[in-house]
């Protein structure tokens, strides 16, 4: 539950509906369930069984696996990558925050299409309003490891998580029903080939990587918490199929209002914010329903928030151990957020820096990153070390870590570089 809490976020529901808007709604729907098959199942698998065998977060991992310190490059990439992140990611969390106080509130009660894109962007206009919602996320972030209670949350999580996805299944029976939601369905799913570009296919391999938290080693922390006797395969697939039920969930909820209601598929990182209270409106009880909405989108995004700024507390911590004076945990949780508030702040200041670290994050250091791993484990460890880390799970047959060592070897890394190099208009 805790992998699906870091899974599940904001990637799903404010990311996909409008990447997938962007391009081409049901063609980049296609490839972003196939990339879901070739690389999530594989890579998933891989980090939690990197985390499960060593017993340690990536820094760790990759010396205590390897037994030298040449693939400690992969864990600064994957430290790294987590800050990229964190610094819009928040930003994006405190719009979650400010749209809660603004539901609880009843504040974009009654507007209309235009109206409500035009209140969008008055909040973004107060930069220190945007500053101060991001800085609470940051700060609830903090907390729960400073005070370690994430086992707490994951806890809560086994609750929230049911009914935020009943809670959208009741808005897609909603918003369905809405006149001229028909065109919506139709965006999402109809499969157009032509649609299909080299960019199409790098945002769709990017959004995988993002929605299922992986190429940045934040799974190999939670895989190393796993006891011995869970199995990796069944944890994987059942984090998978929540992650990918509910950016589907997302889209059903989006595009059939954004056609309903008028709105442009392709409004970009606002359209979620625009398009959702005019749902609202159309439910039974506008206030509750938004007011939940929004309070569980927020506790969706913490839950993300959370093992991302575990990947770096746990490198910083993992790094110094064997310094004079190791940094101890909660040391390393002030350091991490003060540089998360600059990251935050410099975002807000410089909309270049929030739209390219979205995409440089997603688009090559997450790939980077899943490359480095498939190549770690395919071709050195399982040569060095026999059978060091594979799904020994007892029910797997040889065939299938044949097969699993053959997709991480060959396919998975080919794949990347095939796609990223297109994307970029390199090849
Ligand atoms: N998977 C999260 C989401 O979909 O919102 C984002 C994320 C969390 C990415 C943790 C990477 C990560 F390590």
């Known amino acids: 539950m805790a992998a699906a809490g870091s899974a599940v976020g904001l990637g799903n529901i404010w990311k996909f509906p409008y990447v997938a808007g962007e391009n081409g709604g049901g063609a980049f729907l296609v490839v972003y369930l196939l990339c879901v098959l070739l690389f999530g199942m594989p890579l998933l698998m891989t980090e939690f069984m990197i985390g499960k065998r060593s017993g340690k977060s990536a820094h760790g991992a990759f010396r205590a696996l390897s037994g030298n310190s040449r693939w400690q490059w992969l864990s600064w990439l994957c430290m790294l990558t987590a800050f990229v992140i964190m610094g819009f990611y928040f930003v994006v969390t405190g719009w979650c925050f400010n749209y809660l106080v603004e539901a609880v509130m009843n504040s974009f009660s009654g507007l209309g299409t235009q109206e409500l894109t035009a209140h969008f962007d008055t909040i973004q206009s107060s930069k220190p309003r945007m500053i101060l919602f991001g800085i609470v996320p940051v700060l609830l972030t903090a907390g729960v490891l400073w005070f370690d209670v994430n086992k707490g949350i994951e806890r809560l999580s086994k609750i929230l998580m049911p009914l935020l996805l009943g809670l959208m299944l009741l808005m897609a029976g909603v918003v369905l029903m809405i006149d001229g939601s028909s065109a919506g369905m139709r965006f999402f799913f109809r499969f157009d080939m032509a649609q299909i570009t080299p960019r199409v296919v790098m945002e769709a391999m990017g959004q995988c990587f993002f929605s299922l938290s992986i190429g940045m080693g934040a799974l190999i922390t939670y895989g190393s918490y796993m ?188 794949a990347i570089l095939l796609i990223v190099l297109n994307g970029l208009g390199i090849l």
């Not at 270049?352 to 050195?380: H, K, Q």
Request: proline share 6%; net charge positive.
């Open 227 to 414: 006891p011995k006797g869970q199995n990796v395969i069944a944890t994987s697939v059942q984090v998978i199929v929540l992650d990918t039920l509910v950016a589907l969930m997302a889209g059903v909820i989006i595009f059939p209002a954004v056609f309903a209601f008028g709105f442009d598929p392709a409004e970009g990182p606002q359209l979620v914010f625009v398009v959702l209270p005019a749902i609202f409106e159309k439910m039974t009880l506008p206030w509750l329903s938004s007011v939940l909405f929004f309070a569980l989108l927020c506790i969706a995004a913490i839950t993300s928030t959370i093992s991302l700024m575990e990947v770096v507390v746990a490198f910083i911590c993992e790094a110094s151990a064997n310094n004079k004076r190791p940094l101890h945990r909660r040391q390393a949780v002030l350091i991490t957020s003060a540089l998360v508030i600059v990251l935050l702040v410099t975002c807000v200041f410089v909309p270049e820096v929030f739209n390219y670290s979205d995409l440089v994050s997603s688009c090559v250091m997450m790939p980077l990153g899943a490359l480095g791993t498939a190549v770690f484990v395919g071709w050195i460890l399982s040569r060095k070390k026999g059978k060091a880390v594979q799904p020994n799970e007892s029910w797997i047959k040889c065939w299938s870590r044949k097969f699993y060592l053959f997709v991480l070897r060959f396919i998975v890394p080919l």
